[in-house]
């Protein structure tokens, strides 16, 4: 029992009470089941001596709520105050450490405990406030979690247990205030008004974002991917994600707030109170996944995020940045005036429980909200857990008394920290009821030997993440007293190793998003007025501050690889810019001066430019660098340039570029294929002259395909006096093959199908093997004849065939022999060559032992027509229009006449029965058969038809034929009754 003299104090209750509690604690103390801690036992107090105060202070971010609570509890005797993350309450140690000493402040979260003797002001989590403690000052800060359906619970038990002797102060958002109205009604509600304006900015790109910006994901995945790209464009950023200790989250937090990066990238944790200079808030997404479902943002969360924007007098602005859509009107009037829709209900959990069996415990925990306002919000991770531990054997049967009971619920509230979605979190909780209900202790080897194997500074950026959410389990392990012998041991081995793996992944994320170098290079372009000490040497190298960033080549910039990585290129652009500001301009003029020769072409159609870096160098012999592509124009000898895009070009720069080159290429077609124009300009002035010429323009002066039956011998005079051949291959103008006329015209070629342009045999060949990368149809459009295993050039092929045609013209003659070097081929190729060509070989005779004389010399004769055909179609051949005039073929006149089944040759018309011709009325005025093998294989492979293709070689004697009936058609009735006939003899 307390003195009276103590309690009747009539100036002060409160200090009444100053007095009572020392003298209290050492009369009723001991030691306590929670963490180890001092309990007092207040039996005899009487509340009815004074009411405490219970005080909501509500109202937007950037009020000043948490100040005020800590000002206040620091008035008071001794104090706790409850905050929603470890990372908060942190910080808000180290202030009150900072104004109270060490020796007076206490910090207990979930996986830390700082707790010294002399401890009077705790702060803590709001799940590990030391509730049995009394204390004169109560508060809890964001009690509007009180709605949340995961941790909720825990809030709203604070909210309706929760007291400080002499006043309790709750701080949070004002939607709360109708129902703590109705849960609390003596509660004195106070609202604060914002201290600076929030407004709202729209939609920016990552590159537009304004220094001192908080970007703000919901995933790791996306906060990793927006500070990368915050690093290859503005120099690098802060990570703040809750999976982070407090020792790097304070050390990523120190690189923003001493200004060595603008940008800080972070999760929503941000929105619970954590205060840092941002002056904008840019959300990358709308959505989350809240732990059981994706979902959109409500506006109060927007809210909480974007409050952080701004901080005392210092107005804020928000927006979306990245992939996220723009706000909606509504959502961006309610951010600005704070006008949310208040809660309707809060997350309740039974406090309240019975441990005389695991199920009575169960049934506590499933009881129904006591009254309106209040409901059952998702079951917990440690409700989970013991629902799946009752249903073993084992656990149950060691779970058979009160204090069991109470044991198996305690190891089942270890925090999930590493939420791995398996049981091993359920097997651990096991394990620990296991040795506390047989050995009353854990074992200090199990939990000495798993915090070693976390002990490794060694992984990337998910691994040190996930080993930090591990050290934070078993850190909660080693702070609880009552379950180990050497409790201070293990927590010290604890922090111990969350620091190392702490300071590594600081490390590792500063390595990751963090360049100092472009960091500063920006800041003093965004800061300075001045110009920065920039300049392009003689070498095209640009020099900024003293930092080699790179070279120009052409109009282009290129970062030097050696001093800046290829991601940070945006970055040194930037720095890099006004140093290229008179460049430039420089080499614009320095191209539009330019001879022709600075400038060629590249197999994949670029147009290069040699230039000179010193302006007494001679052109040529400086870089090359491509300034611009070819594209198809409206005629293939007229193709169009387009300036490759340059940040440093501006619209009149380019076109003074597209203009210069414009005229190079003009010159160059016209000096490579001149010839082809002046022929066209000669063509003009005869009307029979102009369609050939106009094909060869639009084949670039050559087409292939046999001119025999399309031109004239009079037309073909015309054609070679303008300058135009007709040959046996093909129409061409002589200068498109020579060889750089044919490299232009493959490069057009080329471009007009859009493939990389071939390679090209040297000038002097006269003879290639068909290139394997040569597309289809690019020999001949080249001038390259196929002829059998290799490739002729036209112009080559031409002249020879005409020698060997004069040669040949009345009958075989002798072989040249120098006829396969002449065609630039081996003489075991020469046969199917000339066989291509329209030739035929007539190998020299061998006589046998018998016969007397010089054997037949080896000879070429002509066939009726040329071997190769153009694989393209020229157009209606001249026989059949020429078949057109004549009228229709016997055997269709005699279809026409009988469209019957079938006429009797005795029943034909007339001038429909053809008589029969006596072997001995044919005349052959052939010459005589000179090599009968080397004939019937001929006759074999051509067969016995007539016109074209039937070779014009010598006939076999008379005497030796065979004179054969004519044959009828094989598809006419007469080939029928033929065929019946033979089948019956």
């Excluded at 790109?205 to 500070?227: C, D, G, H």
């Excluded at 690093?231 to 989250?249: D, H, I, N, W, Y």
């Excluded at 900024?544 to 960033?549: A, D, N, T």
């Excluded at 490069?747 to 990368?773: C, F, H, M, N, Y």
Aim: hydrophobic content about 40%.
């Amino acid at each position: 029992m307390w003195p009276a003299r103590w309690l009747d104090h009539p100036a002060n209750p409160a200090l009444a009470l100053r007095v009572a509690l020392p003298v209290a604690a050492t009369m009723d103390k001991r030691d306590a089941s929670c963490h180890g801690a001092t309990r007092f036992s207040f039996l005899d107090f009487d509340p009815r001596m004074f009411e405490p105060r219970v005080r909501a202070i509500l109202g937007p971010t950037n009020t000043g709520k948490t100040h005020l609570a800590i000002e206040r509890m620091l008035a008071h005797a001794s104090g706790s105050i409850g905050f929603p993350l470890r990372l908060l309450a942190r910080e808000n140690y180290d202030r009150m450490v900072a104004m109270k000493g060490e020796r007076f402040v206490a910090l207990i979260t979930g996986e830390e405990k700082i707790v010294p003797p002399e401890a009077k002001y705790f702060a803590c989590t709001v799940e590990a406030m030391p509730l049995d403690r009394p204390v004169e000052f109560l508060a809890v800060d964001e009690i509007q979690l009180c709605a949340d359906p995961d941790r909720g619970h825990v809030f709203t038990d604070r909210l309706l247990n929760a007291r400080g002797m002499v006043e309790t102060m709750f701080l949070g958002a004002e939607t709360i205030a109708p129902l703590l109205r109705r849960l609390i009604p003596r509660a004195e509600i106070e609202t604060r008004a914002r201290l600076s304006q929030l407004s709202y900015a729209g939609p920016a790109k990552l590159s537009r974002l304004p220094a001192r910006s908080a970007i703000v994901a919901f995933s790791a995945q996306e906060v990793y991917a927006i500070a990368e790209a915050v690093r290859r464009r503005r120099g690098g950023c802060a990570v703040v994600m809750g999976r982070l200790s407090p020792r790097t989250r304070n050390a990523q937090v120190a690189l923003y707030q001493n200004r060595e990066v603008d940008f800080l990238v972070a999760t929503d944790a941000i929105g619970m109170g954590l205060n840092m200079d941002v002056d904008h808030v840019a959300l990358a997404a709308l959505n989350k996944f809240d732990g059981h479902q994706p979902r959109a943002l409500t506006a109060q969360e927007i809210a909480q995020i974007a409050g952080r924007a701004g901080r005392g007098m210092r107005d804020g602005t928000f927006g979306t940045t990245a992939d996220a859509p723009v706000l909606e009107d509504v959502i961006i009037t309610q951010i600005e005036t704070h006008a949310f829709e208040p809660l309707k209900t809060l997350a309740w959990r039974n406090s309240d429980l019975d441990f005389s069996s695991v199920e009575t415990l169960l049934d506590a925990l499933g009881a129904p909200a006591p009254q309106p306002g209040l409901a059952k919000g998702h079951d917990a991770v440690d409700h989970i857990t013991l629902s799946m531990l009752v249903r073993e054997e084992e656990i149950r049967g060691l779970a058979d008394t009160a204090s069991r009971v109470r044991l198996l619920w305690e190891a089942c509230q270890v925090p999930d920290f590493r939420k791995l979605a398996d049981d091993s979190h359920t097997r651990l909780c096991a394990r620990i009821f296991t040795h506390l209900a047989r050995e009353g202790r854990l074992p200090r080897d199990w939990v000495a030997s798993s915090l070693a194997q976390l002990g490794m500074a060694e992984g990337d950026l998910d691994t040190l993440m996930a080993r930090l959410s591990a050290i934070s389990v078993w850190s909660y392990i080693a702070a609880r007293a009552d379950w180990l012998d050497d409790a201070a041991g293990l927590q010290a081995e604890a922090r111990r190793v969350e620091d190392m793996v702490s300071d590594a992944l600081h490390e590792s994320l500063t390595a990751r998003f963090v360049d100092r170098r472009a960091a500063h290079l920006i800041r003093a372009l965004d800061e300075s007025d001045e110009e920065l000490l920039s300049a392009v040497t003689r070498r095209g190298e640009v020099v900024v501050e003293g930092h080699p960033v790179g070279h120009v080549r052409g109009f282009l910039f290129e970062p030097d690889g050696a001093a800046v990585k290829e991601e940070e290129r945006r970055v040194v652009l930037r720095a890099a810019r006004r140093a290229l500001g008179a460049e430039i301009p420089r080499r614009v003029t320095m191209l539009e001066s330019a001879k022709d020769e600075a400038f060629a072409l590249t197999p994949q159609h670029a147009v290069t430019w040699a230039y000179s870096h010193a302006p007494n160098m001679p052109a040529g012999l400086g870089d090359i660098a491509e300034v611009a592509k070819l594209k198809p124009g409206s005629e293939p000898g007229k193709p169009l340039i387009e300036v490759l895009p340059s940040e440093f070009l501006d619209g009149a720069q380019r076109e003074r570029i597209r203009a210069r080159l414009a005229t190079w290429i003009e010159a160059l077609v016209k000096r490579d294929l001149g010839a082809i124009f002046t022929a066209e300009e000669k063509a003009s002035e005869d009307n029979t002259l102009r369609g050939p010429a106009y094909r060869l323009r639009e084949e670039l002066g050559l087409a292939m395909g046999a001119t025999d039956g399309d031109i004239r011998p009079d037309l073909r005079q015309k054609l070679k006096g303008i300058g135009i051949r007709a040959g046996r291959y093909a129409l061409y103008v002589p200068e498109a093959l020579k060889p750089r006329a044919m490299a232009l015209r493959a490069q057009l070629w080329s471009l007009l199908r859009g493939i990389e342009t071939p390679k090209l045999p040297s000038g002097g060949l006269i003879a290639v093997a068909p290139p394997a990368d040569w597309p289809r149809g690019f020999a001949e459009t080249m001038g390259w004849l196929p002829a059998g295993p290799v490739l002729l050039r036209l112009d080559v092929a031409e002249r020879i065939a005409g020698e060997l045609g004069h040669l040949t013209r009345k009958s075989p003659a002798l072989l040249p022999g120098d006829l396969a070097s002449r065609l630039g081929i081996k003489g075991e190729n020469l046969g199917p060559v000339l066989d291509a060509m329209g030739f035929r070989l007539i190998p020299a005779e061998t006589l046998d032992e018998k016969n007397f004389g010089p054997p037949a010399p080896a000879r070429i004769g002509q066939q009726r027509a040329p071997r190769f055909e153009p694989r393209q179609h020229q157009g209606p051949r001249r026989d059949d229009r020429r078949q057109d005039r004549r009228g229709p073929r016997p055997d269709q006149r005699r279809q026409e006449a009988a469209p019957g089944e079938g006429v009797a040759p005795d029943q034909a018309p007339p001038e429909q029965q053809r008589p029969e011709r006596r072997p001995d009325q044919r005349q052959d005025r052939r010459p005589k058969p000179e090599g009968g093998q080397q004939q019937q294989q001929q006759r074999q492979h051509y067969g016995n038809k007539g016109g074209h293709d039937r070779p014009r070689g010598p006939r076999p004697p008379r005497e030796d034929r065979v004179a054969l009936p004519p044959m009828p058609r094989p598809d006419s009735p007469f080939a029928v009754l033929a065929a019946l006939k033979l089948k019956k003899d």
